[in-house]
């Protein structure tokens, strides 16, 4: 009998062909059955099974990548409640208010939904996280040089890092724009607080003197320097030495190297399906943190 994970996909954006020779890495566990794509806008060099809707998709699929910034509400609806487990592709499809009544279908379903977000890949966020505990501080700093001519920074996926290390419910969100060099130019600075009475801080500066992209950890027992553009690990902690209370060391290291991203992230999928133990890196309820806290950072006054 044949055990692999039947993978259906719906929707298309430029990471759709990417997924699909992703899956070929793992054909024994998984088998790819065929795409509806929304409005019948299949791609031109497409060759594989389209069927005619969704309906008939999720019969002969157990689990459902979805592509694409938009997503029909009743088709990711209809697609939970038929039991199926679920990918995502962009997290910005579910930036909204409907992320809630998604995550408890989920929960009712009890099936796996997974949300793609790769930079956490890329930064390692998955090791800070096993490193550091009871963290009581995270700065952010984001700088663009001054010749890349940019008027801002998006650090949705910097409020993501620091939701996922400190994994609490954010009490206190409060944003500050700083006109620079022009009046369309800003530098953000945005301010959380947590329930366990941790902070942190993030910086965007769209246009600054450097190429920098560094997160500073204060945990209980623990500091830490991560330069996020060139991967280096710094931490400082006590020494492990009997008797000593006071004698620091520094380390140094690279983030582990994480290949290819998409590989990791269906890897994870594949897992979070066939292990009860394991979990999606990334889930719905994340998501739903990230636009909760994203939504008090719109409605901070001025």
């Given amino acids: ?15 759709f062909e990417t997924y699909k020779k992703t899956l070929a890495w793992f054909d024994e566990d998984v088998e790819y059955q065929g795409a509806w794509f929304y409005n019948e806008d299949k791609p031109n ?12 998709l999720l019969e002969s699929s157990d689990a459902i990548f979805f592509f694409g910034d938009k997503i029909r509400k009743k088709v990711l609806s209809d697609t939970i409640k038929a039991f199926k487990h679920v990918f995502i592709d962009d997290y910005t499809a579910l930036m909204n208010s409907d992320v809630e009544q998604y995550q408890k279908l989920v929960a009712e379903a009890n099936t796996i939904a997974q949300v793609s977000f790769p930079k956490m890949y890329y930064w390692g966020i998955q090791d800070l996280q096993e490193e550091y505990t009871k963290i009581r501080n995270i700065y952010i700093s984001h700088e663009y040089p001054y010749h890349m001519q940019r008027q801002s920074v998006d650090l949705s996926s910097e409020v993501m890092a620091v939701i ?18 022009s009046k369309k130019t800003e530098m953000e600075t945005i301010e959380l607080d947590f329930a366990t009475g ?7 500066l769209p246009c600054g003197f450097f190429d920098r992209h560094e997160m500073r950890i204060i945990a209980e027992k623990n500091l830490a320097y991560i330069d ?6 710094h931490s400082l902690k006590p020494a492990k030495l009997r008797g000593s209370t006071t004698n620091l060391i520094k380390g140094l290291a690279s983030l582990p190297e994480v290949g290819d991203i998409e590989q990791f992230e269906v890897q994870d999928f594949i897992d979070s399906i066939t292990d009860e133990t394991y979990e999606p890196f990334i889930s719905f309820k994340d998501i739903a943190d990230l636009h909760k806290c994203v ?8």
């Fill in 295 to 302: 939504a008090m950072l719109e409605n901070t006054e001025e």
């Fill in 228 to 233: 996020l553009r060139k991967r280096e690990w």
């Fill in 198 to 204: 941790a902070t942190a801080s993030i910086v965007g």
């Fill in 45 to 56: 060099d497409y060759y594989d099974e389209v069927f005619r809707n969704h309906e008939e």
């Fill in 164 to 181: 996922k290390l400190i994994n609490e419910d954010v009490i206190r969100a409060h944003e500050t724009f700083t006109p620079l060099i």
């Fill in 1 to 15: 009998m044949d055990s692999r994970i039947k993978i259906g996909f719906i929707g298309y954006s430029d990471n």
